[in-house]
């Protein structure tokens, strides 16, 4: 019986420096198969379609159920979690290229650091660390839970930030990903104490102004997080914190 | 790891691709706002302003003739000219076009409704700027100057839309400004945090629409007007008297007198 095979190309590159290629594989057909079990196929057996052996391919990836963040990539043409790309839903020859506007590590492993560096510029966090005991945080009512859920469920994967036209070098824009926690962390009781700092940090080149409301970020978000709406939201809690500012100067 | 410097963002291993939020540094917080601002007001205003005064056309050169005289006779109107219309307009123009050559439309590898207007609030402001630049120095700055003549707008612009390439430059500079304003207002209401919601934003989608069509369909209708059946051949200047009527003359004697007392 002819084995079925499914036809996956992607791009490669040895190095940050390196240049990069295109290479092909012809891989055994599993069902249920998607992008990183493919890989892992190719991990296996290192062949690439003309018969020469290669290397397998370096790409970030952890929990295999959308909820680590770690796999995004540019699937064909669009970016997405390579863990939930089933193969059976694609159209071959399936083309896999690293994210675009973050530097490439090695093949589809990218370094996404700027994201981490965002999300401390605007104090991303709940400041609860101290020297004595806070006692417990004040109540959070379900209504108020129900609101921060959704935004809670950002996985860091910088999907919204590849397909956004204003995340680029010229822009140094800071992304919808940040933008949302801001959100959420300012709804948050005990997080909101740095409220004032993180609207005053998203006032800065690069800031919440930079947005074109294209609204790529909210069509590309795997976990469907209410991006626009923190946006505006978020937007115009910075244009009166800076009002404010600007009387009480 | 806790006694380790911190390692900047650019010393990273990488350490290239998209530079980090500059936290709390920088203007283009102001710029971009006051960008996002002088577009409804007082450009938007100004360019409403501008089509129902168009709109007086479908009247005739006579009722066109007034509403010019009626706008050059308002008070300050040199000064409304430069501090609400010229410069407003440069500032909105000239950042507007820096804001786009920053940004990267991926439309064809998105193609989704709103990239797709994204890109298209780009491309009618890049022909609004265009437009404009000629239309201000043809209309504006060439020919009869009409703040001293408004008796001669509707054969000046008569005359103006007669080249049927000037025509087309018009007609689509037309639609390119209505659409680039109705959109504007959208952004705004969505970028101010006017309309956060998703379903806000749709509703207030539908009414821009509208708005924009309203408007764009005026402005073709008094292009028609210059270019229609109706007026055509419209005289040069329909308020020649304008200029000589400013005061009675004082009678020929008295003025003989002055001379005399003051030889």
């Not at chain 1, 069902?31 to 290192?46: F, Q």
């Amino acid at each position: 019986m002819a084995e079925k095979l499914i036809q996956i190309e992607i791009k490669r590159q040895s190095g940050p420096d390196a240049p990069s290629t295109w290479e092909r594989f012809e891989i055994p057909w599993k069902p249920g198969m998607n992008v990183i079990s493919a890989m892992m196929e190719i991990a296996a057996n290192p062949v690439n379609s003309s018969g020469q052996e290669t290397t397998p391919i370096a790409y970030d990836s952890n929990c295999l159920e959308e909820i680590c963040g770690s796999c995004a990539m540019v699937i064909n043409g669009k970016a997405r979690m390579a863990c939930t790309a089933l193969v059976d839903k694609l159209e071959q020859p399936i083309r896999v290229q690293p994210l675009t506007k973050f530097p490439v590590v090695r093949d589809l492993a990218v370094d996404r650091s700027v994201l981490f560096e965002n999300l401390k510029a605007v104090k991303a966090w709940v400041p609860v660390d101290g020297t004595y005991d806070l006692g417990s945080g004040p109540r959070i009512f379900p209504q108020q839970q129900e609101a921060a859920y959704p935004l809670s469920n950002c996985i860091s994967c910088c999907c919204c930030m590849e397909v956004c036209p204003q995340f680029n070098d010229a822009t140094g824009f800071v992304g919808a990903a940040t933008i949302a926690q801001v959100k959420l962390f300012n709804s948050h009781p005990s997080g909101k104490v740095l409220k004032e700092e993180r609207l005053r940090a998203l006032a800065g080149d690069g800031g919440v102004q930079e947005c074109g409301f294209a609204q790529n970020c909210v069509q590309a978000c795997p976990k469907q997080l209410p991006l626009t709406e923190a946006i505006s939201d978020v937007t115009r809690d910075v244009t009166l914190q800076a009002a404010k500012d600007f009387l009480r100067a | 790891m806790a006694t380790a410097a911190r390692p900047d963002a650019h010393s990273s291993p990488v350490g290239r691709g998209v530079e980090p939020l500059r936290a709390g540094k920088g203007h283009s917080f102001l710029l971009r706002k006051l960008h996002s601002l002088s577009g409804i007001v007082p450009i938007g205003a100004f360019l409403i302003e501008h089509l129902l005064s168009n709109f007086e056309a479908l009247k005739g050169p006579l009722a066109y003739a007034e509403q010019v005289k009626f706008l050059n006779s308002l008070p300050l109107v040199r000064f409304l000219e430069v501090g609400l219309i010229f410069i407003p307009l440069a500032y909105h123009a000239l950042y507007g076009v820096y804001i786009a050559l920053r940004g990267k439309a991926n439309v064809i590898y998105y193609p989704w409704s709103g990239n797709w207007m994204y890109m298209m609030q780009r491309w009618t402001g890049y022909i609004a700027f265009v437009y404009i630049i000629q239309h201000v120095i043809r209309q504006r700055f060439m020919g009869v100057s009409l703040p001293e003549h408004p008796g001669a707008a509707f054969h000046k612009v008569q005359m103006e839309l007669s080249n049927p390439w000037m025509l087309a430059v018009y007609v689509i500079a037309m639609i390119a400004v209505c659409w680039h304003f109705s959109y504007g207002i959208w952004l705004f209401a969505a970028k101010w945090g006017i309309t956060p919601g998703a379903t806000a934003r749709r509703r207030f989608g539908y009414l821009c629409a509208a708005l924009g069509v309203i408007l764009a369909v005026m402005g073709l209708a008094s292009i028609y007007a210059f270019v229609g059946p109706n007026y055509k051949n419209a005289p040069d200047d329909v308020m020649p008297a304008q200029t000589r009527l400013v005061q009675p003359m004082p009678p020929q004697a008295n003025l003989t007198v002055e001379i005399e007392t003051h030889a």
